[in-house]
């Protein structure tokens, strides 16, 4: 209306179409930059990269109280991204964040998107972007905002280069190499709870795990189309709408925030203390359960997994997680609904022996532990025959500690897994209910919630280029 305020929905319309141009034109000058290059006969060989984030100053006040809780997500030719911690209140972050990455074209360009954490809300804000090539050496970047082409301030890093060494490396390019970095998540649920008994079904865990493809190669487990429930998700008129209301949850669930848990694992030790009875890390900020005895045991419980294909995260939680209330599928929730996975099913901790043989007499660092996992998934039906591969991948990462692999119908497994649960409800005061999803007297599911979102228009709120923010980008 002429003098009157532009319609929100339409001002996005406009934006959206800039930036599909924008994305176009880069595409274009990306491509002729590829066919100059061809015809200069450059040579193309394969690297491995360790880039060392340092940090950013003169970063723009993005919040009306405070200045930025800025983040990054890094892309490499958008194959593989690398998503930083939230550096809470400040215009001048320190990060110092490594990431390793092998068999990479030298042709590559790693993106870098800065973002300014904006807690209660999925859609994080924009503050701007640089682009530059993986030459070694130190480097100091402007960051642009994407619409205006103004200065947002300078990005500092590192990159170091050597060869590649991989006979192999063109069969298997931008493989992660660690740092083997995790992040704890809550439920946003959680915080509208009180005397809560675990906080831990409250929570989800994405590990950031090397070398998957190195492992399975391009091999994914597309979702089971003899399975009702994945029929429900993924095909007929009315899968939108359950994948809508999946997809929200997803995005609520493992959205980062200041209060997210942040770490890296350097042996089996650190893995062990994901799993303890007690909240672990001291997370500042995040909600507390009732004092455990046992908080800094582990805790006999299983867990639902997947490793994902968009960016080989191994995400997981417990199986009896409250905010699986309602969802048609535990591994699609985790997945954000994806066609197909890495892998993905059940595991879960044991003392050597099995708990059947295992006393709380024994101090946890006296005992040699082990993981037990499987193929436990009706969405995605993993192939059986794949279960020495995902073995040795998890050895690959996990060394110091037994993994056994083993299929959803080894008796073997079924027995591993009914003695954990039989300890848990005889040892360690653990109800019946909390071994499967269920939600409490009046409490507002995170299904709910989520089926909120997926009735906003066009789905909910969204991030950057529509995607869930601090997820990479899906083609």
């Not at 300890?423 to 109800?431: E, I, N, P, Q, T």
């Not at 269920?438 to 909120?452: D, F, P, Y």
């Amino acid at each position: 209306m002429p003098g009157g305020r532009r319609n929100p929905i339409q001002m996005s319309q406009i934006v959206g179409a800039i930036h599909h141009v924008a994305n176009r034109t880069k595409e274009e000058v990306k491509d002729a930059a590829s066919a100059f290059g061809d015809a200069q006969h450059v040579e193309r060989h394969f690297v491995d990269l360790t880039f060392k984030f340092i940090g950013a100053s003169g970063l723009p006040k993005m919040d009306v109280v405070g200045t930025a809780d800025p983040y990054f997500v890094a892309k490499l030719d958008d194959q593989l991204s690398f998503v930083s911690t939230v550096k809470p209140n400040t215009l001048s972050p320190v990060w110092n964040e490594l990431w390793k990455v092998k068999n990479v074209p030298n042709t590559a360009t790693l993106t870098v998107e800065v973002l300014d954490k904006d807690n209660g809300n999925i859609t994080d804000d924009h503050i701007g972007k640089f682009t530059t090539s993986v030459s070694a050496g130190a480097k100091e970047c402007a960051i642009e905002s994407m619409s205006l082409r103004r200065n947002r301030g300078t990005f500092w890093l590192n990159i170091e280069s050597t060869p590649s060494t991989d006979a192999k490396a063109e069969r298997r390019q931008y493989v992660f190499d660690g740092p083997i970095r995790f992040s704890r998540h809550f439920s946003p649920t959680i915080g509208r709870l009180t005397n809560l008994n675990d906080a831990r079904l409250y929570s989800t865990w994405k590990i950031y795990i090397k070398g998957v493809k190195m492992f399975f190669g391009d091999t994914v487990q597309h979702w089971n189309r003899d399975y009702k429930a994945a029929q429900t998700i993924f095909q007929g008129p009315t899968s939108i709408a359950v994948r809508s209301t999946i997809q929200a949850g997803h995005r609520m669930l493992y959205a980062r925030t200041t209060t997210n848990g942040f770490g890296v694992i350097n042996g089996p030790e650190d893995v062990f203390r994901l799993l303890l009875h007690g909240n672990v890390g001291g997370t500042e900020g995040a909600p507390l359960g009732s004092p455990s005895p046992y908080a800094h045991r582990v805790k006999p419980a299983v867990y639902t997994y997947i490793i994902a294909v968009e960016d080989d995260s191994f995400r997981f939680s417990e199986t009896g997680a409250a905010f699986f209330v309602d969802f048609a599928s535990k591994h699609a929730l985790h997945a954000n609904c994806a066609t197909a996975v890495r892998y993905s099913g059940e595991f879960h901790p044991r003392p050597e022996g099995g708990w059947e043989n295992f006393s709380d007499d024994i101090p946890d660092d006296r005992v040699r532990w082990e993981l037990v996992i499987d193929n436990n998934s009706g969405t995605y039906s993993p192939d059986p025959l794949m279960l020495p591969d995902l073995q040795e991948l998890l050895q690959y990462n996990f060394p110091g500690f037994t993994i056994h692999a083993l299929d959803r119908n080894d008796p073997r497994l079924i027995h591993s897994r009914e003695s954990c649960r039989a300890y848990a409800l005889d040892k360690r005061g653990v109800s019946q209910d909390d071994l499967q999803p269920h939600a409490r007297t009046g409490e507002e599911t995170l299904s709910h919630s989520a089926q909120v979102q997926g009735d906003l228009p066009d789905g909910g709120p969204k991030g950057v280029s529509g995607t869930a923010i601090g997820e990479p980008v899906v083609n």
